[in-house]
């Protein structure tokens, strides 16, 4: 890491949780510099009340996960800029990645 560079003090991941494979694939996230963009952006995801495999993980500086909320299709797909499918198939593809690479 570069010495200019600032840590998060927080940051939000979008995973699915696939019950097919028994696979949570991160779909991404964002991370925030202070304690008020952390808070503003957790506030702002809103919290889906019907049945769901998209969940936001709140995580904390040391990437614990300190808070959580079922999403919708819709709200991955306003934050990340893309469809629920390619955000599936970048995720599979990057765990694949991971996995390979371990």
């Known amino acids: 890491m570069n010495t200019n560079e600032q840590q998060c003090v927080g940051s939000i991941r979008l995973v699915y949780a696939d019950t ?3 696979e949570v ?3 991404g996230g964002a991370g925030f510099i202070t ?6 952006a957790w506030a702002n995801v809103p919290a889906f ?5 998209l969940v936001a993980d709140r995580l904390d500086a040391n990437g614990d996960i300190v808070d959580d909320k079922p999403v919708s299709v819709e709200t991955c797909e306003i934050l990340m800029g893309a469809s629920i499918e390619q955000l599936i ?3 599979r593809a990057n765990l694949a990645g991971e996995l390979a690479s371990a």
């Open 49 to 53: 009340a019907g049945a769901t495999n």
């Open 25 to 27: 694939i991160t779909l």
């Open 20 to 22: 097919t494979s028994n």
């Open 89 to 91: 198939a970048a995720g």
């Open 35 to 40: 304690r008020e963009e952390d808070d503003a």
